[in-house]
């Protein structure tokens, strides 16, 4: 029988297949399947912690960023920020649908790098490069590096021995409604340069015989819902000047709860190419660089219940934590799960969801309804296909999970389970 998207009564699955995956649905046994694939199978095969990523809905998301880009200014280049998910097989889904790879750091570049990214489809961004890395980056051909300050052209004056492409970054004086760790591009921003110092380190690249420069780039920040500061950007950087590229950066926010809402794709890309058409001369390269919008909803986190207990309040305590979804403890954002292998049951009973990170703070969803939770229960936190496994980390010695990548009813492991053995390995100077 056909998987479905079921309504039952008494639970709010209706709405949760909002923040759900695309390619998310309901099997006769009232199962959670993702590409077709049941998650009872995937976390009996693969372990909890577990992401899963919807490939089919990355894909068709990554395509509706770059066509529609295309469609409105055709003279125009989609980045994926892969600070929001840098796993080899992610960079290597993004550069198979057209998009070029933002880095910001070296150890992005030796991922995007082994996933077959052509280099020069590279973009290393970051407002502290080192010599290290500025070296790895023209050592590998990279296509373009957006510089942050002086400091950094002081360092590519001694490292350049050839033409290089490079960018400005700019501060665009934009406070973006978001969170505050999230917002990049107001007048307290740590990234960029203010117009009056930009025009200066300008110049500097303009007269150097090996720096190329090709426009200004920005970014006011991430979650981002209101598709107006967008446009107020992209006013903010033509006042930079005129210029061959500009890159507006990235920032779409996404649908994490039942109450948000967020702007579509093509809401976001009208905004964005209206005040381009208003502001910018038309025949300039147009960049963005979406980052949490393309892969987001695409990734849910599979946990089992490892214990129910019912106190002061009821908590669902999982096999996971802090450790491997750090973002909720970072910026308070609120999530949505769902007992997995019982979907259709009614929701009866409203729980804290719980890590086992030694933390008070290591609450994962402060106030979900479930069935009355039991222990070997299978829990999937929606909407965690961003940043979850980017902040991955080894607190109280937790392991970082495995990626799986689902599509049509084939599951793939795209990046394995962190093992002791690897956790030690770190260690040997100390062991020897």
Same mark, same amino acid.
């Given at each position: ?13 209706g ?12 099997s ?10 049941p998650?009872?199978?995937?976390a !009996? ?6 992401? =899963?990523? !919807? %490939? ?9 960023? @770059? ?10 280049? =989609? ?9 080899? *097989?992610?960079?290597? =889904? ?21 996933a ?5 489809? #590279?973009?290393?961004? &970051? ?9 790895m ?31 400005l ?23 960029? #340069? ?15 015989p ?8 920005l970014?006011? *920040? ?15 950087i ?10 507006? *950066?990235? &920032?779409?926010? @996404?649908?994490?709860? +039942? ?43 599979? +946990? ?7 106190? *002061? ?7 996971? &934590? ?15 799960? @769902?007992?997995?292998?019982?979907? %259709?049951?009614?929701w ?12 008070? &703070? ?24 961003? +940043?979850a ?9 937790a392991?970082?999970?495995?990626? =799986?990548? @689902?599509?049509?009813? %084939?599951?793939? #492991? ?5 093992? +002791? ?12």
């Open positions: 029988m056909q998987a479905t998207q079921p309504t039952p009564e008494r639970t709010r699955l709405e949760l297949w909002e923040v759900l995956p695309e390619e998310a649905s309901a006769v046994e009232g199962v959670l399947e993702i590409g077709g694939v998650v009872t199978t995937l !009996d095969r693969y372990g909890t912690p577990l992401h =899963v990523i !919807d %490939e089919t809905g990355l894909r068709r998301q990554i395509r509706r960023f @770059v066509d529609g880009l295309r469609s409105r200014w055709p003279n125009s280049e =989609v980045l994926f920020a892969s600070k929001s998910l840098p796993a080899v *097989g992610m960079y290597r =889904v993004a550069q198979e649908e057209g998009m070029s790879v933002d880095v910001a750091g070296g150890g992005e570049l030796q991922l995007a790098l082994a077959g990214v052509a280099p020069e489809r #590279l973009h290393f961004h &970051g407002n502290a490069k080192t010599d290290d890395e500025l070296r980056a023209l050592d590998a051909g990279i296509g373009t590096i957006i510089v942050d300050n002086d400091d950094e052209l002081d360092r590519l004056e001694r490292l350049l021995t050839r033409p290089q492409k490079l960018l970054r700019v501060i665009p004086g934009v406070e973006a409604e978001t969170h505050a760790s999230q917002a990049t591009g107001g007048e307290r921003s740590k990234f960029g #340069l203010p117009m009056d110092q930009a025009t200066a380190a300008i110049e500097r690249m303009r007269v150097h090996f720096m190329m420069f090709e426009g200004v780039h970014h006011i *920040g991430s979650q981002i819902l209101n598709t107006r500061q967008f446009a107020e950007a992209v006013e903010k033509s006042s930079a000047g005129a210029f061959d590229t500009y890159d507006v *950066g990235g &920032g779409l926010g @996404v649908k994490y709860t +039942y109450d948000e809402d967020a702007p579509s794709v093509d809401a976001y890309l009208e905004a964005i190419v209206a005040a381009a058409r208003e502001h910018l001369h038309e025949s300039a390269r147009l960049m963005i660089e979406p980052g949490r919008s393309v892969v987001a909803r695409a990734g849910i986190t599979l +946990y089992r219940v490892v214990s129910v207990k019912r106190t *002061g309040d009821v908590f669902v305590a999982v096999d996971g &934590g802090m450790a491997d979804q750090l973002d909720v403890a970072l910026t308070h954002q609120r999530y949505e799960a @769902v007992l997995a292998d019982r979907l %259709e049951e009614p009866t009973e409203r729980v804290q969801l719980v890590g086992r990170q030694c933390e008070s &703070g290591d609450l994962l969803i402060d106030g979900v309804d479930f069935p009355a939770a039991r222990v070997g229960d299978l829990v999937a936190m929606a909407t965690t296909g961003a +940043y496994y980017t902040m991955s980390n080894n607190y109280n010695g392991l970082k999970p495995a990626i =799986v990548f @689902v599509r049509e009813g %084939e599951a793939r #492991l795209v990046a394995r389970r962190e093992t +002791y053995d690897d956790l030690l390995a770190l260690h040997t100077p100390a062991a020897l």
